[in-house]
Structures are given as structure tokens and as C-alpha cells.
Nanobody, 125 residues
Framework: VQLQASGGGLVQAGGPLRLSCAAPGRPVSSLRMGWFRQAPGKEREFVAGISRSGATTYYADSVKGRFTISRNNAQNTVYLQMNSLSPEDTAVYFC???????????????????WGQGTLVTVSS
């Protein structure tokens, strides 16, 4: 499964940004999806996850209330709407896909078999 993340860029603190993750050739409706991020010098960390139907979402405490993960299965795309961005959100953001039907923890990196290339988000103060 190839994942293509896009939408990163430079934004001022307090501003919004929306990331997209497409999966050409594979219906995203068959995948549980997640977003992770990695800041310079830090480990990759969980940001948000979403079930196949979109009915269940998960968020890291640091982004809860500011970020929203959603999916449009008809457009075969998963989104991460980021609002009220702060410099602490600066990182490379990765989308990830879990094709299994096991009840694995969506917050764990090891749950996901497929990863996108990452898109850089830079928040200026």
C-alpha cells in the first residue's frame, strides 16, 4: 500500500492547516488510518487515528480539541485538520495504515504496516 501525504507547509502560530493522505490503488475504507509526527531530535509520536468507518477517532492529549481526523472513503482520502497551531506542532507528519482486523492499539507505531513519506509542517511564532 502506497500512502501519499500532502498539505504541509509554513504557517503562523494560531493558524490552520489541513493535511491529506491518499492511498492510490487501495480503498482506504479497508484500512484503519493514523497520523504521527516527528519533531527534530525527538521520537515519532502518535497524533490521531480513525476507524475504517470513521465512527471512532483517537487523539493524543496534546492535540485534542485542536486537531480533527476524518476520512472521505469516496475520495479515498484521510484528512488531518489542524487548528490553533503552535510552534510545538512543528514536525514531519506521517500518515500510516493498518490493514489488519485485529484490535491493535491505534496509538502504537507497531500497529501500522504502511507509512507515507511524510510532509513537513512548520509553525512560526
Amino acid at each position: 500500500v502506497q500512502l501519499q501525504a500532502s498539505g504541509g507547509g509554513l504557517v503562523q502560530a494560531g493558524g490552520p492547516l489541513r493535511l491529506s493522505c491518499a492511498a492510490p490503488g487501495r480503498p482506504v475504507s479497508s484500512l484503519r488510518m493514523g497520523w504521527f509526527r516527528q519533531a527534530p531530535g525527538k521520537e515519532r509520536e502518535f497524533v490521531a487515528g480513525i476507524s475504517r468507518s470513521g465512527a471512532t477517532t483517537y487523539y493524543a492529549d496534546s492535540v485534542k480539541g485542536r486537531f480533527t481526523i476524518s476520512r472521505n472513503n469516496a475520495q479515498n482520502t484521510v484528512y488531518l485538520q489542524m487548528n490553533s497551531l503552535s510552534p510545538e506542532d512543528t514536525a514531519v507528519y506521517f500518515c500510516a495504515a493498518d490493514p489488519s482486523y485485529y484490535s491493535l492499539d491505534p496509538r502504537r507505531l507497531s500497529t501500522y504496516d504502511y507509512w507515507g513519506q511524510g510532509t513537513l509542517v512548520t509553525v512560526s511564532s
